[in-house]
Nanobody, 121 residues
Framework: QVQLVESGGGLVQAGGSLRLSCAAS????????MGWHRQAPGKQRELVAA???????NYADSVQGRFTISRDNAKNTLYLQMNSLKPEDTAVYYC???????????????WGQGTQVTVSS
């Protein structure tokens, strides 16, 4: 069983900062790419940022220059530093990871439960 546990969401004013964390645990053999997605009410879930196992990041155009994704492989933890937040960043943020377990030879997609980020104007 693999679990992704998120933390760091909350309420912040426009222009403020927030840092999200996602800790993976369970029967993990290896973790490949990880990422953050978000979903606002009435909208489809979208990719915010992703990072390879080696630490190479990529970002959606809407957050480029404001958000920073990082990971600590020794702790199986993913981070998202969000600066200069805007009201349009308001959404539920989901952690995602591609993981292989010790008992399976396949790489599967896992998701966290989501954490609410609300940015007021």
């Amino acid at each position: 069983q693999v679990q992704l546990v998120e933390s760091g969401g909350g309420l912040v004013q426009a222009g403020g900062s927030l840092r999200l964390s996602c800790a993976a645990s369970g029967s993990i053999f290896s973790i490949n790419a990880m990422g953050w997605h978000r979903q606002a009410p009435g909208k489809q879930r979208e990719l915010v940022a992703a990072i390879t196992r080696g630490g190479t990041p990529n970002y959606a155009d809407s957050v480029q220059g404001r958000f920073t994704i990082s990971r600590d492989n020794a702790k199986n933890t993913l981070y998202l530093q969000m600066n200069s937040l805007k009201p349009e960043d308001t959404a539920v943020y989901y952690c995602n990871a591609r993981i292989s377990t010790w008992y399976s030879g396949t790489i599967d997609d896992y998701w966290g439960q989501g954490t609410q980020v609300t940015v007021s104007s």
